[in-house]
T-cell receptor, first 109, second 114 residues
């Protein structure tokens, strides 16, 4: 049981921001929110993770609501190479990564 | 830095045959994972090694699947005998120390069982 809810698919125009939502309303205090993505025919790739505060790195930004029940992954300027399945995962560090179905993001020219 | 290497990339076998997959993790990574990814689903953890010891194999179908990590480096996952439902991509991942560290995935081996 992945225990996160994501829309099955989303479209985004190239150059625009892609905002991928994730619901994790039953997340516990010691669980992080991790995001991975999987480009077709490749293994999953780590993007970013956070606990309470918003996080940013060279790939994306992660916005976590104050109650931690949901989060949004933001790709600020999506390119065609960002077309992939994006997985939002609740992760108790020391436990297992449990992947759900993810969101299939299609970036269109 | 070289990534996680896996071979072969593709394998086609008939049911009841045996098959083995090989994984070479990132140099220095103590923890190694094998995942199974059925088409249309997210990866599912089969087994986790810390150095050459098994940490978690609760999801490994032990009647037909086996895995080893000799000398705490390379690992082999074997299926014997294969069933049709074993058709999937088998992914290997590694992390520096334990499960708290970022996992880096290899490209996977796509297995088709006919």
């Amino acid at each position: 049981d992945a225990k996160t809810t994501q829309p099955p698919s989303m479209d985004c125009a190239e150059g625009r921001a892609a905002n991928l939502p994730c619901n994790h309303s039953t997340i516990s205090g010691n669980e992080y929110v991790y995001w991975y993505r999987q480009i077709h025919s490749q293994g999953p790739q780590y993007i970013i993770h956070g606990l309470k505060n918003n996080e940013t790195n060279e790939m994306a930004s992660l916005i976590i609501t104050e109650d931690r029940k949901s989060s949004t992954l933001i790709l600020p300027h999506a390119t065609l190479r960002d077309t992939a399945v994006y997985y939002c995962i609740r992760y108790n560090q020391g436990g297992k990564l449990i992947f759900g179905q993810g969101t299939e993001l299609s970036v269109k020219p | 830095e070289a990534g996680v290497a896996q071979s072969p990339r593709y394998k086609i076998i008939e049911k009841r045959q045996s098959v083995a997959f090989w994984c070479n993790p990132i140099s220095g990574h103590a923890t190694l994972y094998w995942y199974q990814q059925i088409l249309g689903q997210g990866p599912k953890l089969l087994i986790q090694f810390q150095n050459n010891g098994v940490v978690d194999d609760s999801q490994l179908p032990k009647d037909r699947f086996s895995a080893e990590r000799l000398k705490g480096v390379d690992s082999t996952l074997k299926i014997q005998p294969a069933k049709l439902e074993d058709s999937a991509v088998y992914l290997c991942a590694s992390s520096l120390e334990g499960a708290a560290d970022t996992q880096y995935f290899g490209p996977g081996t796509r297995l088709t069982v006919l």
